[in-house]
């Protein structure tokens, strides 16, 4: 599956942003979806992730009650709203795909990865 990354930018600390993420390829329903951000200088960190019919959703804990992820299987697009934005969430942000969908917090369980979108917060 193809992953194409979308909607980062600049943005004040306390606003919001929607990234998407566009498949094409293999069927995009059969795969648990993530989302993913690397800061400069630093490993690859999970953020938030979605079973393949949206029915469970995992956050990490710096991003609980602020972003939302979902995804519309009609689409092939993956969503994640991101609200109360601080400079901490600066990072280039990837979406994934994962077939198997057992530890969807663990990046290397994921087997497509899309280029990433730039989002920048400043304070």
């Known amino acids: 599956v193809q992953l194409q990354a979308s909607g980062g930018g600049l943005v004040q600390a306390g606003g919001s942003l929607r990234l998407s993420c566009a498949a094409s390829?293999?069927?995009?329903?059969?795969?648990?979806m993530g989302w993913f951000r690397q800061a400069p200088g630093k490993e690859r960190e999970f953020v938030a992730a979605?079973?393949?019919?949206?029915?469970?959703?995992y956050y990490a804990d710096s991003v609980k009650g602020r972003f939302t992820i979902s995804r519309d299987n009609a689409k092939n697009t993956l969503y994640l709203q991101m609200n109360s934005l601080k400079p901490e969430d600066t990072a280039v942000y990837y979406c994934?795909?994962?077939?198997?969908?057992?530890?969807?917090?663990?990046?290397?369980?994921?087997?497509?990865w899309g280029q990433g979108t730039q989002v920048t917060v400043s304070s």
């Open positions: 979605i079973s393949w019919t949206g029915g469970s959703t």
């Open positions: 390829g293999r069927t995009f329903s059969r795969y648990t």
């Open positions: 994934a795909a994962d077939h198997l969908g057992m530890r969807p917090q663990i990046r290397y369980e994921y087997d497509y």
